[in-house]
């Protein structure tokens, strides 16, 4: 079994987490993870204090395992995030602060209520503003990953915040999707791995069956980097463009950002409406470029253990063969 310190530090089994993606995570999803030894995190994100108070507890129903709850540090609302402070889980985890936000205020908060902290950065300066303001653990994200992304690829920044929050630890994100990501995320200084997509195509997943399909099919070529998304849901971003499927509704305001802008209610509206239907063409689809390795939609559960299991082989089994004695 593959454990790092970081899995004493959150208390789980395996290094392996779940991002807790909004409306894209529910109780089942977050209480496999956890159940399964890995981490799971609900998105708390426009969540009203009695939904996550519910939600919470419907986790707990499940698992007596840890798990996180998520925010969105630019658009918290204070109602809710008290509420979770309340609720005492084991992790608190944050995203994407404004510049002028004071993350010592928010980190504080959950180390008083006893959770550990958890940080989300695409680039060297948001993790080490996180570092020295307490979080106990850095997720370091790239570019190749679905929803809002920086601009860097996993692969130079992940060694970078390795190198530069030490001896915080880090966890990768960003186009993990198997067990060959975990050892490569092990040999960038990483010790652990946080997934996004992979999780999209699950059988507890909230998503549409239609929309697990589209991440099944997807080669992995067809997402896009834009802003059209939080055009349409009229969200300003802290440093973030979106990565989705490259779908109709893309394709549609692609270039012509200024014209969504002018359309936006009657195309928000449309956008909300493909989703509920499983419309893959007209719908929003956040996913990364790791779609191109998913080919099926296992318990999530199953995942974690698959995932484990993979990373340890090639590790004993595969790696090794490549060490050879000096002659
Ligand atoms: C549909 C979707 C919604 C997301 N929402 C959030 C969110 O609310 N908070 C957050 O911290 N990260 C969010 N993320 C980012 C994930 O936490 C994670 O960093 C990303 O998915 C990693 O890349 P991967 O998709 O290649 O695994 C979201 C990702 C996706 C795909």
């Known amino acids: ?19 807790g993606m909004g409306s894209a ?4 999803l977050v209480a496999a993870v956890s159940r399964a030894g890995g981490l799971g995190a609900l998105g708390c994100h426009y969540l009203t204090p009695q939904q996550i108070s519910e939600r919470t507890a419907a986790i707990r129903q499940e698992t ?6 998520n925010f969105l ?18 992790v608190m985890q944050f995203a994407w602060a404004r510049p002028d936000q004071d993350l010592r205020a928010y980190f504080s908060r959950a180390h008083d209520a006893g959770c550990r902290v958890t940080y989300m950065a695409g680039a060297v300066p948001e993790a080490v503003r996180a570092a020295k303001a307490g979080a ?3 997720i370091a994200q790239g570019s190749e990953g679905g929803g809002h992304v920086g601009w860097m690829g996993s692969l130079p920044l992940i060694p970078m915040i390795v190198d530069a929050v030490g001896p915080v630890p880090v966890l990768a994100a960003g186009g993990f999707a198997d067990g060959r990501g975990l050892i490569a ?3 960038l200084g990483a010790q652990g791995i946080l997934l996004g997509t992979r999780f999209l195509a699950t059988v507890e997943s909230p998503l549409h069956p239609n929309f697990k399909q589209a991440i099944v099919d997807s080669d992995g070529h067809d997402t896009q980097l834009s802003e059209i998304p939080d055009i349409a849901a009229g969200l300003v971003w802290p440093g973030a463009m979106t990565r989705s499927r490259r779908n109709r509704f893309v394709e549609r305001w692609s270039g012509r950002e200024w014209a969504l802008r ?14 509920e239907s499983g419309d893959v063409d007209e719908g929003p689809l956040s996913m990364g470029q790791d779609a191109g390795l998913i080919h099926d939609i296992p318990r999530a559960g199953d995942l974690v253990t698959r995932i484990a299991r993979e990373a340890e082989q090639i590790l004993t089994q595969k790696l090794t063969q490549f060490v050879s004695k000096p002659n």
């Not at 970081?6 to 395996?14: K, R, S």
């Not at 995570?25 to 089942?28: C, K, L, M, V």
């Open 73 to 90: 540090t630019f658009d918290t609302r204070e109602d809710s995030f008290a509420e979770a402070l309340e609720l005492r889980p084991s």
């Open 185 to 187: 995320a092990l040999s």
């Open 262 to 275: 002018q359309n936006r209610v009657e195309a928000l509206a449309r956008l909300r409406a493909a989703r």
């Open 25 to 28: 995570t529910n109780a089942a």
């Open 64 to 69: 007596n395992k840890p798990f996180g709850l």
């Open 136 to 138: 106990d653990v850095i």
């Open 1 to 19: 079994m593959i454990r790092t310190p970081v899995c004493d530090l959150l208390d789980i089994e395996h290094p392996i987490a779940l991002g």
